[in-house]
Every structure is written in structure tokens, then in C-alpha cells.
DNA sequence: TGACTATGACTGACTAGTCAGTCATGTATC
DNA sequence: GATACATGACTGACTAGTCAGTCATAGTCA
């Protein structure tokens, strides 16, 4: 009983992947085929998805908020997603994965070890500190007690790789003397943490206090290789 | 509409905090007078809501299971916390006060800058890395952003303090020639961040890569005040 | 090319279940 | 006996997930 959506707009977003999320006032752009709609459809409530849970986290995200952010019925969620859960695990997944690669392409094999660091955390710095990833980052945090899966696939993926990676500089600087404390191979975490700190730094305290990350990370650099570098 | 807390009592828990927090089957032991019971079971519930917090974050946090644990009734929550929200953020103060009150009261003014921060190092590994307290940093991490009265109350009490002292600290050291990076003084965040990466990491990773927190701190400090000490 | 049919993406009202907060009814204390 | 405290069944608001029905589009045929 009772039925008959008229259902005319079909926004879509033509690509784009709407980093905004308009909601709903978006002009119908009938992108050519189905497939093709489908596929935007699906990334607009990636997207939708990702803001909704970063600003509320997993259980107080309502499904409601995502399908009218991405301008979509509820329904439609469910034509790409098993569920709530299954979505907040496949989100982080279709959100890193890029970024992983993004940052592991660099590797420009050139200069020194420090250089080579020093590439790195400019890349983190425009890639994910102060940027909606870096709150993924938070979100992971904040959820990944109660997502094993979640936390499982952020460690196999992001952190022992990343760890990994920087051991493997530390261990070069260190062949090349560029880096004296030959103990800090044992914690590349040492190295990392500071970018982590300013991750956090930005979601929860930047109207307290901003911090210049950029400038911190230098400062941290400089401690490791010892010396000043450039001015 | 609706709304009334009835509020009556305001018990202040009596210190005693009993750490313990029997569940349900606690034989009840009448303790001599109305204010002292009352004071056990705003303490045990308040043990109750921060185990529940913490596993489960808040939204998904039941307060029937908070009131199960507590061994109490939901109906008693009520007349010790206005509501869920506020209960969540006044158990914030009542366990990080004197989490900070014992940190702070530390200084014993003997010794090096690096015995001074070492000293302070190892309490923090004590008395927060890999317990409770550790996850409620993170607890804060994750809900911060939805509570923005907790993260002001973090910031101001424990993060600017912490902050402060550290700074005072490092500036101490390059004073007596301890510590040669004159830039410290300008992030003590990055004194600290290997202290915080080491809490985040023992709640999410630690069953994947345990991490010798005590032994990652010393070689952080090694880092800063540039020798190793003793062996 | 135009008309007609089949497909399945999409919709949103609906169901079943959950849970914060209430309050009438005890029960212990003074 | 009066008061303060405690209880837990109850209410109503809210939401994850469902599914019968719709209709734009792709496919087929003349």
C-alpha cells in the first residue's frame, strides 16, 4: 500500500567524487550508462560514509544521514554494502589503500637519507596531516578495539610496512653515518611518532593551540641526523 | 518536555574509589551509615561505566550494562549522574584528576634533567602505558570530537600542563648543558610523542608486535640528551 | 528508426528491536 | 513513622535492515 516515489532527480555527482557531498540540491547529470551511474553512486556514499563516521564514529552514524548526504534512499546502500559494519570496514579499506600506495610509490632513490625522510613527511604532511585522512587515522583509533578486523588490516597494511620502510632508512643512515644513535633501528617508532602526535594535535587541539608541523617535524629530523640543515 | 533529574544526592565518593568494583555478586556489607554506601556505589559505578566506556566507546556503551556491572540498579545511576553524557564527562575528571595530581606531585629536585624526566618516564609507564588509564586516553582520542567539554578539560588539565613542564624542563637541560638541540624547547610534543605512540600502540597492535615500552623511552632519551648512561 | 518488452537499480514506508530515561513501589535508616 | 534511598518494569523515541513496487534504460524486433 500506499507506493509511488515519482523519484525524478537522479544527482550523481558525474564523477567528480563530490569531495563536498552536496546533498541534495545537485542538478541531474544522467551519466551515460548504468554501470557508470552505479559507480557513483557507490562513491558518493563512500564519501558520505567517510565524513558521517569521522564526525560521529561507528555506532552513533546513522545510515539516514549517509543516504540523504549522498543523495541517495536508504536502500541503495544496501545494493553495495552487507551492512553497517561490513561498510565502516570496506570505507577504510577503499581509503587507505590509495594512500598506502601513494606514499610507497615515492622512493625517488636520490640524495641522502635524510632527503629521502625528509620527501616522506612533506608527502605526510600534505597528505594526511590536518586532511579528512588524517581523522581516518583518528577514527582508527577511536574504533579499532571494537574492529579487530579493522585494526588487523590497518597494522598488516599501514603499520608494519611503515615501520618496515623506516626501519630500513634508519638502517641506511646509519650504514652512511648519517645517523649516529645506531639504537633507534630498534624503534623506528621513534621516528614516526611525532607525525602521529600531530595527526591527533590537529583533530583535537588545533583551536587550542595550532602547531606548526611542518616546523616540528624539521626540528625532530634535526635531532635524529644531528646536524642543522639549510636555514 | 520531559526532564527532571530528580538529582538528589551528590555523594563525592568519599575517596575510596575501590579500584576493585565487584560486579554483581558482592555480598552486600551494609557499611555502617547511608553516606559511606552511597559513596561505595557512585564509586562502583563509576568503575563500571569506565570499563564499559572503554570497550565500547560511548554511543554503544549500555547504561544496563553499566548498572549490571555496577551490581546496582539503572534507576541509581540516575540519582547519582544527570545523564548519559554528563555521567561520561564527569567520569573523565574523576579519574584523570588524580592521575595528574600524582604525576604533578612528583619533582623531587635531585639530580640531572635527564634523572628528572627519567623519573617521570617511568611513572607514566606505571601508572598509565598498558592500563586502564592508557585506554582512556585513547577513549579520549577517539570521542573527543563529540565532547568537545572533555577534550577542553583534557587540553587545559593534562596537555597544557604536561606540556608546560616539559617545556620548563627541556629548557632547564639546555641551560646546564644537557640537552644541546636548543629547537626542543619549542615542541616538547616531540619529548613526549614516543610516551603517547607507546599508550595508542599497547591498546591496538600490541597483540600483533608487542613493544618494549621502558626500552623505546630510554632510547628516545639516549636521543635527546645525546650519550648513552650507565648501561 | 521507432515501438515494445525485460531488466534490475532504486526507492522509502515499514518492522522488529534497542535503549535512555522515568516513576510507582518498595525498603533501610534515623 | 517519616524520610531518603533504591529498584526495575515500563515508555516512547529512535534506527538498522527489509522488500514490494517503480521506472529509466538496455535490448529486441519489425
Redesign the interface.
Known amino acids: 500500500m500506499t507506493r509511488k516515489p515519482t523519484q525524478t532527480a537522479l544527482p550523481s555527482a558525474t564523477r567528480a567524487s563530490a569531495k563536498g557531498a552536496a546533498p541534495a540540491g545537485n542538478v541531474e547529470v544522467p551519466a551515460s550508462n548504468r554501470a557508470t551511474r552505479a559507480a557513483e553512486r557507490r562513491a558518493a556514499i563512500v564519501d558520505a560514509a567517510m565524513e558521517e563516521f569521522i564526525?560521529?564514529?561507528?555506532?552513533?552514524t546513522r545510515l539516514d544521514d549517509i543516504a540523504k548526504r549522498a543523495g541517495v534512499a536508504k536502500g541503495t546502500i544496501y545494493l553495495h554494502f552487507r551492512d553497517k559494519e561490513s561498510m565502516f570496514e570496506e570505507l577504510v579499506r577503499i581509503v587507505i589503500v590509495p594512500v598506502v600506495a601513494r606514499l610507497t610509490a615515492l622512493p625517488p632513490p636520490a640524495g641522502s637519507v635524510r632527503d629521502l625522510i625528509e620527501a616522506f613527511a612533506g608527502n605526510f604532511l600534505k597528505e594526511v596531516i590536518g586532511t579528512r585522512r588524517g581523522d581516518l587515522v583518528?577514527l582508527i583509533?577511536?574504533?579499532?578495539?571494537?574492529f579487530p578486523s579493522v585494526?588487523?588490516f590497518y597494522?598488516r597494511e599501514v603499520?608494519?610496512r611503515g615501520i618496515a620502510a623506516m626501519r630500513a632508512l634508519i638502517e641506511l643512515g646509519i650504514t652512511r653515518g648519517e645517523i649516529r644513535?645506531k639504537?633507534?633501528a630498534?624503534?623506528p617508532?621513534?621516528l614516526?611518532?611525532?607525525a602521529?602526535?600531530?595527526v591527533?594535535?590537529q583533530?583535537?587541539?588545533a583551536r587550542?593551540?595550532p602547531?606548526d608541523a611542518q616546523?616540528?617535524l624539521r626540528?625532530?629530523l634535526?635531532?635524529?641526523f644531528g646536524e642543522r640543515r639549510t636555514t
Chains 1, 2 share one sequence.
Not at 583509533?141 to 571494537?146: D, F, K, L, T
Request: proline fraction near 4%; avoid cysteine.
Open positions: 564526525a560521529r564514529g561507528f555506532a552513533a583518528r583509533v577511536a574504533e579499532g578495539p571494537r585494526a588487523d597494522y603499520v608494519s644513535d639504537e633507534l630498534r624503534y617508532q621513534i614516526v611518532a611525532p602521529m602526535i600531530a591527533i594535535w583533530s583535537l587541539f587550542h593551540a602547531l616546523d616540528m626540528v625532530h634535526d635531532l635524529i
